[in-house]
């Protein structure tokens, strides 16, 4: 069973460009959640889907992050316009259900660098 | 304003000894905690968790043991292996699937 994967593994840009991350999640999961963190700091909870619906927001910085998972399959993250502030390592997991139980996946995380 | 603190960011272990990695958090509504291991490159896997109604979680090397009343948890791996080598990150729940992590501390095990 493939696991979650993500794209790119690392993205380069300047401040003010744009950026979209794309993460797959495991096959059959519903939720799929993103997170980040920057350099040394924790891991930080941004959103939540329901297949393709957002349940959570909460933890999304500002609005120049947007997320979407069309279908209820795989989900972007598009970062427009970015600010140094948003480098970091974002990472998507996935789960099947919403138990304690239900394990979250985690992908091996895009690494974004704003100069 | 961290919930959950590891406050040692590394920690060096002689393989065959036991490693004990800390968390500490301060928000009494949480009541399940987790570990998650991470290597370089990859994302964060689970390892364990324990919740809020028991005090010690064994799953093989890997015990997580509970002080509700310090709000403090610790991961003690037995015997630490360089395998063991790692980032590991605490993190917490109040019964949904928001996790709040700690900052990870890198464990080194010396062959």
């Known amino acids: 069973e493939a696991g979650v994967t993500q794209f790119p593994s690392h993205s380069v840009i300047e401040k003010g460009q744009t950026v979209t991350l794309r993460c797959d999640p495991i096959?059959?999961?519903?939720?799929l959640y993103w997170y980040r963190r920057v350099m040394g700091k924790e891991i930080k909870f941004l959103l939540h889907?329901?297949?393709?619906?957002?349940?959570?927001e909460s933890g999304m910085p500002n609005n120049r992050f947007l997320a979407e998972r069309t279908g209820g399959t795989y989900s972007t993250l598009k970062v427009q316009p970015a600010e140094l502030e948003d480098s970091g390592v974002y990472f998507c997991?996935?789960?099947?259900?919403?138990?304690?139980?239900?394990?979250?996946?985690f992908g091996p995380g895009t690494r974004l660098t704003v100069t | 304003d961290q919930q959950v603190k590891q406050n040692s960011p590394s920690l060096s272990v002689q393989e065959g000894r036991i490693s004990i990695l800390n968390c500490d958090y301060t928000?009494?509504?949480?009541?399940?905690f987790l570990w998650y291991k991470k290597y370089p490159a990859e994302g964060p896997t689970f390892l364990i968790s324990?919740?809020?109604?028991?005090d010690k979680n064994e799953d093989g090397r890997f015990t997580v043991f509970l002080n509700k009343s310090a709000k403090h948890l610790s991961l003690h791996i037995v015997p630490s292996q360089p395998g063991d080598s790692a980032v590991y990150f605490c993190?917490?729940?109040?019964?949904?699937?928001?996790?709040?992590f700690g900052t990870g501390t890198r464990l080194k095990v010396l062959a």
């Open positions: 324990i919740s809020s109604i028991k």
């Open positions: 928000n009494s509504m949480f009541d399940y």
């Open positions: 889907f329901v297949k393709e619906s957002k349940q959570d």
């Open positions: 997991a996935s789960s099947q259900g919403l138990f304690l139980e239900d394990e979250q996946y």
């Open positions: 993190a917490a729940t109040s019964g949904t699937y928001k996790y709040i």
């Open positions: 096959s059959g999961h519903d939720n």
